[in-house]
């Protein structure tokens, strides 16, 4: 006797008997019963594919919990005590939260502020406010202070989780490291600040000598005359430059610099550099000593950007050097991974903070120095000459002691028909 073994989803199987006791045939009630017995198989089947699958989604929602970039916290209702956390949150909170946790385990270990700077009271927590009311919080600024001394300013969005029952039965609490958005802010409203005071300075300057020349009382003997529209020119250099790396600078973020690259050599776009850099205000206040060999191999570079990160190294180097010192120039050949000529551009200057290296590459960024001669730069400089070597396939560093001066290097790849590769 056979009788299928019927679910929701189908056949799961077939129950067989094969003999009877007393070898009787098999009648209506024997089947009754196997019918019967096939229900209850067929139930618990059932139940156990419908618990696998809930396994199988529990397990995917860990799964993307775990790997999400943003903190997670649940927490059960009754107690308040951890259900699920993930790795960011044992980031951020600079411990693991174990499933079972109690509030207070997890409460007492971190201080919450306010954006204004006092504390939270725990109960203002938008994790416990879901808990208990079932209040939904958005975009709370909430700013962890962690045992080991360590502010961690985070968004925090919360919700409660209702059961069957129509009852809260947990709630989830997620929140995302905000230190890198508010650095970009600090560092957005620092650039405002200095680009308004750096256009204003030689607005101000253009603005003063103009209105000199041109009041009858005001200077009129040539040499005065000369002296003030020189003034005037280096001031309008100034805005021009800030004007035009500005307008780079939004250009290489939108992949849009553009690039002529051409077969030239080193030794003509570094001498046509310092020719354009003797010209600049800071031009002829040190000696330049060159060494770029002629028997170099040429290089397939856009001549002009080439050109623009010599002259801002060596206005970089004048600015933080006294002047009559020297600032040297020596391209050579490197071919341990490849060819490449690498260039270094060396003064003996104030030097860079050792803490400050990683950093002067970054835009906007300044040498908190001010030891420098002349007012600072708008610090986009150096990110433009590393976006520019770089556009080149090569890369641009810097290796410094404060007090005893600065080497910048950079590579570019020789010419491969140079090389004869």
Same mark, same amino acid.
């Given at each position: ?43 618990? @089947? ?108 985070? @968004? ?21 490291? %905000? ?172 030097? %860079?903070?050792?803490?400050? %290296? ?64």
């Amino acid at each position: 006797m056979g009788v299928p073994i019927v679910g929701e989803s189908g056949v799961l199987g077939n129950l067989y008997l094969t003999n009877k006791s007393g070898k009787k045939e098999f009648d209506e009630h024997d089947q009754t019963v196997v019918e019967a017995f096939a229900q209850y198989a067929a139930t618990a @089947l059932e139940n156990d594919r419908l618990r696998m699958e809930a396994e199988e989604e529990r397990g995917r929602i860990r799964a993307m919990i775990e790997s999400s970039a943003s903190a997670v916290i649940v927490a059960d209702a009754r107690d308040g005590r951890v259900v699920l956390s993930n790795s960011e949150t044992t980031r951020i909170m600079g411990r693991p939260l174990q499933a079972g946790e109690s509030r207070d385990e997890y409460e007492r270990t971190v201080v919450y502020r306010k954006p204004d700077g006092s504390v939270y009271d725990t109960s203002e927590l938008p994790l416990q406010q879901a808990l208990r009311d079932g209040t939904v919080s958005r975009g709370v600024e909430v700013i962890f202070n962690l045992p080991d001394g360590r502010e961690i300013p985070t @968004l925090v969005n919360a919700a409660p989780v209702y059961g069957e029952d129509g009852e809260i039965s947990a709630a989830i609490a997620i929140f995302e490291d %905000i230190t890198a958005l508010q650095e970009v802010e600090r560092v957005k409203a620092e650039f405002l600040s200095m680009v308004s005071h750096d256009l204003k300075g030689p607005l101000s300057g253009i603005k003063s000598m103009a209105s000199a020349l041109l009041l009858e009382h005001g200077p009129r003997d040539i040499e005065t005359i000369l002296e003030y529209l020189a003034s005037i020119d280096e001031e309008a250099d100034r805005m021009t430059e800030l004007v035009g790396n500005l307008v780079d600078m939004s250009r290489i973020e939108a992949n849009a610099m553009p690039m002529d690259p051409e077969i030239c050599h080193l030794a003509d776009i570094t001498e046509e550099s310092i020719r354009r850099f003797n010209r600049s205000r800071l031009g002829g206040q040190q000696r330049i000593n060159v060494d770029v060999p002629l028997e170099l191999p040429e290089v397939y570079a856009d001549y002009d950007q080439i050109g623009r990160v010599i002259t801002n190294l060596l206005s970089n180097a004048s600015k933080y050097s006294s002047q009559g010192t020297e600032i040297s120039i020596k391209s050579y050949l490197h071919e341990d991974n490849g060819a490449n000529i690498i260039t270094d551009v060396k003064d003996s200057g104030i030097g %860079i903070p050792d803490d400050e %290296i990683d950093k002067i590459f970054d835009k906007f960024y300044r040498v908190t120095t001010q030891r420098g001669r002349g007012r600072p730069g708008s610090g986009l400089g150096l990110a433009i000459c590393r976006s520019i070597i770089e556009a080149h396939e090569g890369r641009i560093w810097v290796e410094s002691k404060p007090g005893e001066g600065s080497t910048f290097h950079f590579s570019i790849p020789a010419s491969v028909v140079s090389v004869g590769i």
